[in-house]
């Protein structure tokens, strides 16, 4: 039988995506392992791997005044108690991944409460900051690491 490159790829047994490949296996298997996290009745982020992974549109979820990225306390108590030991925000709008350990969020992170419940935020200058800058066409990625204060 002769495969058809322009047919669409059907799903595995478990009816899930075949294996791409511009994801990794490691990747796959984080992703079928995925569990949400909640807060006020919303998703806001997933347990994948031990990292708590948050999608985010900078401009209208990042704090202005003091310049940080903020988190519900029963978010970060749910992502503890699933196993994440990290925190990753990536901003969308600048393809940017902020990463932090959840124990630098608790032990650095300022208690706020502007009205959506007691949030720890953790300033810009804490994080780990990944941005994408160019994409080749053979696929190779070049990335800009700083702390979260320079991007």
Excluded at 107 to 118: A, E, F, M, N
Aim: proline fraction near 4%; charge should be positive.
């Amino acid at each position: 039988m002769r495969h058809n490159s322009s047919a669409p790829r059907a799903a595995n047994a478990r009816g899930t995506r075949p294996n791409d490949r511009t994801r990794s296996l490691a990747q796959c298997i984080m992703a079928r392992r995925a569990r949400p996290i909640h807060a006020g009745g919303q998703v806001v982020g997933y347990v994948q791997g031990g990292v708590f992974r948050k999608r985010v549109r900078g401009s209208r979820h990042m704090l202005r005044a003091p310049r940080a990225w903020a988190f519900g306390l029963d978010s970060l108590d749910e992502a503890e108690r699933l196993g994440a030991g990290r925190v990753e925000v990536y901003d969308t709008e600048t393809a940017t991944t902020y990463q932090a350990d959840l124990d630098r969020i608790r032990s650095k992170g300022v208690l706020i409460d502007r009205g959506r419940g007691p949030q720890l935020a953790l300033l810009l200058k804490e994080w780990l900051a990944i941005r994408e800058v160019s994409r080749t066409p053979g696929g190779l990625v070049l990335y800009w690491l700083s702390n979260g204060a320079e991007v």
